[in-house]
């Protein structure tokens, strides 16, 4: 059963795990079809070197709620101090980034990380704009990448410290 759009949504982040484990793996497919995001970590990892990183790390699932329903429709993480974040097309525009991003740079502050980067595609405004809000820098030359569904972009490094 979907929301009612025009219902109250109540929204909250929850630590990933078992207890969620198919409606994530239902969030990931469902943002795959929206968003080639994801693919951009295949096709930079296969660039990179994978490094073995001892610094903490977290996943959220964005939760909304309305009645009995409760379903994840977000998810945000960081990763060797990466941050990334992907919420549901029809859930944009309504402050969860900016709620995303404030969770997630509250748990780096008190995880005493130094800084979080990310890469975000150029022609992604919304999110380029959202990240420069939180003082994100860019850094570094743009990287030019072609994804596995043929789509060309490119990456800009975005960098900011805590």
Same mark, same amino acid.
Do not use: C
């Given at each position: 059963?979907?929301?009612?759009?025009?219902?109250?949504?109540?929204?909250?982040?929850?630590?990933?795990?078992?207890?969620?484990?198919?409606?994530?793996?239902?969030?990931?497919?469902?943002?795959? @079809?929206?968003?080639?995001?994801?693919?951009?970590?295949?096709?930079?990892?296969?660039q990179?070197?994978?490094?073995?990183?001892?610094?903490?790390?977290?996943?959220?699932?964005?939760?909304?709620?309305?009645?009995?329903?409760?379903?994840?429709?977000?998810?945000?993480?960081?990763?060797?101090?990466?941050?990334?974040?992907?919420?549901? $097309?029809?859930?944009?525009?309504?402050?969860?980034?900016?709620?995303?991003?404030d969770?997630?740079?509250?748990?780096? $502050? @008190?995880?005493?990380?130094?800084?979080?980067?990310?890469?975000?595609?150029t022609?992604?405004?919304?999110?380029?704009?959202?990240?420069?809000?939180?003082?994100?820098?860019?850094?570094?030359?743009?990287?030019?990448?072609?994804?596995?569904?043929?789509?060309?972009?490119?990456?800009?490094?975005?960098?900011?410290?805590?």
């Open positions: 059963m979907p929301f009612d759009m025009t219902q109250p949504i109540t929204f909250s982040f929850e630590e990933a795990g078992m207890q969620r484990v198919v409606a994530w793996r239902a969030l990931i497919e469902l943002l795959m @079809q929206e968003t080639d995001t994801f693919m951009i970590g295949s096709v930079r990892q296969g990179d070197e994978p490094e073995i990183s001892h610094q903490p790390a977290i996943t959220l699932l964005l939760i909304a709620e309305q009645d009995e329903m409760s379903q994840p429709v977000g998810i945000s993480s960081i990763t060797d101090g990466e941050l990334g974040i992907a919420i549901l $097309q029809q859930f944009q525009g309504a402050g969860l980034g900016q709620a995303s991003m969770t997630l740079i509250d748990w780096a $502050q @008190q995880m005493s990380l130094e800084s979080l980067w990310l890469d975000v595609q022609d992604n405004q919304v999110a380029i704009h959202l990240y420069q809000k939180y003082d994100f820098k860019n850094v570094g030359e743009l990287t030019a990448i072609e994804l596995p569904n043929g789509r060309k972009t490119e990456l800009q490094r975005m960098l900011k410290v805590l």
